[in-house]
């Protein structure tokens, strides 16, 4: 008997008993759904990230108070407190280091509560130097940012992050608009477009950008968050990070302030989420071995029931190598088509939730997890098909 015609017997087996065939796909659809699914939200998220970071353009380096990649969360928290980083530090090296950097920025934060009309709004404040747009690729959708007169002068003005200009003004055109912070009157000249996260933080679009100088005097800010620098090329990002770390030696410890560029902080978020994708995907994989001992306990159901169709097939010239494939062929099957519509429910899944999560499909994934459906069928069903193919076709034909 060839192999045409076992597939065929095989596929007339399962087609004969469509509801049992759909219960023992159930648990493979359920864990290849999952896997895919769960799989395409880590892979979206990092892709999701890779594009904030590339919005920011390749030559940027940080330096942030404490260390943000070693040690608690909290005590990352309590260093960036601390009154680490100065104004006169930022200014010796860019003053040393001309040949290194196109500029700079300065950055401090803060809260307040804002208010426009009768809506009042819970804002985080985020005070920078107005080459802060250039060195970062943020961009106003209208108005424009604040000058270097605005600066130095400690204008109260502000540029709006897109969610927060919706929040609290609405459908309201907030150029030249006047809000409350913490009771003081701000001057509204820009929105920023749209960004999205912020690394781990509030979204960029949640902030409310003013001067530096007007978020130290008004608002009793006593520490610098980071200094932002633009470095003139590329490969000059090692350079750039050695100067600075000079220049900082001079006042402070090494385990005080942190140097890093996109990359550092880049495969640090993605290492922390490659191990969370895993995990779930791990989690959600138990699912299909719940799906394979449904196809074992099944497939040894049907070897029970269908003992005269054996012995029959045995007697009529059937090898115990043929009936072997023939239930082998059944629990893959089995398995297969399970791990196609678990496939087909991940990607109707994906699509629903892209409107607002990022999430991605890729083509190894759906692979794998054909894969390993595969395999989950041929390993659980390896036992009742070897029972099938033992079978004394004397014996069989005697079973009721």
Do not use: C
């Not at 309590?78 to 100065?86: A, C, R």
């Not at 071995?289 to 010239?317: F, P």
């Not at 999560?357 to 894969?371: D, H, K, N, T, Y």
């Not at 989950?376 to 036992?383: D, L, M, P, Q």
């Amino acid at each position: 008997m060839n192999l045409t015609n076992t597939f065929s017997i095989a596929l007339k087996a399962i087609l004969l008993n469509k509801k049992r065939s759909f219960l023992t796909m159930l648990g493979v659809i359920i864990g290849v759904g999952s896997v895919v699914l769960l799989t395409s939200l880590g892979t979206g998220l990092q892709s999701y990230i890779q594009d904030q970071f590339a919005s920011l353009g390749t030559n940027v380096l940080f330096v942030t108070p404490g260390d943000p990649f070693g040690g608690s969360q909290e005590s990352a928290v309590i260093e960036s407190t601390k009154p680490t980083l100065k104004e006169a530090q930022y200014r010796e090296i860019l003053r040393k280091n001309r040949n290194l950097f196109v500029g700079g920025v300065t950055t401090a934060v803060n809260t307040a509560e804002a208010k426009y009309s009768n809506t009042t709004k819970k804002v985080l404040l985020y005070g920078v130097t107005p080459s802060y747009e250039k060195v970062t690729n943020s961009h106003t959708e209208k108005g424009q940012w604040f000058d270097e007169a605005d600066e130095s002068k400690g204008k109260r003005v502000v540029v709006l992050g897109s969610k927060v200009a919706e929040e609290l003004l609405g459908k309201v055109d907030p150029i030249n608009k006047r809000i409350l912070l913490n009771s003081q009157t701000y001057t509204v000249v820009g929105v920023l477009e749209a960004k999205g996260g912020g690394f781990g933080g509030p979204s960029f679009d949640n902030y409310i950008y003013l001067p530096f100088n007007t978020i130290m005097n008004n608002f009793n800010t006593q520490v610098i968050d980071s200094f932002i620098f633009e470095v003139k090329e590329r490969d000059q990002i090692a350079e750039a990070k050695r100067a600075i770390e000079a220049v900082l030696l001079e006042d402070l410890k090494e385990d005080e302030f942190t140097v890093f560029d996109q990359a550092e902080l880049l495969k640090t978020i993605n290492n922390v989420l490659g191990v969370l994708t895993a995990g779930l995907g791990g989690i959600s994989a138990i699912s299909l071995v719940v799906g394979g001992i449904g196809i074992l306990n099944i497939m040894l159901v049907s070897v029970s029931e269908r003992t005269r169709e054996i012995g029959l097939r045995k007697a009529l010239g059937a090898t115990p190598n043929v009936i072997l494939l023939q239930f082998l062929i059944e629990a893959a099957l089995l398995s297969v088509i399970g791990g196609m519509i678990g496939v087909l429910i991940a990607f109707l899944g994906t699509v629903a939730i892209q409107s607002f999560f990022p999430a991605r499909i890729l083509p190894e994934s759906i692979v794998i997890a054909f894969g390993v459906s595969t395999a989950i069928g041929v390993i659980f069903g390896a036992a009742p098909a070897r029972n099938a193919a033992r079978l004394s076709p004397i014996e069989a034909l005697r079973s009721e």
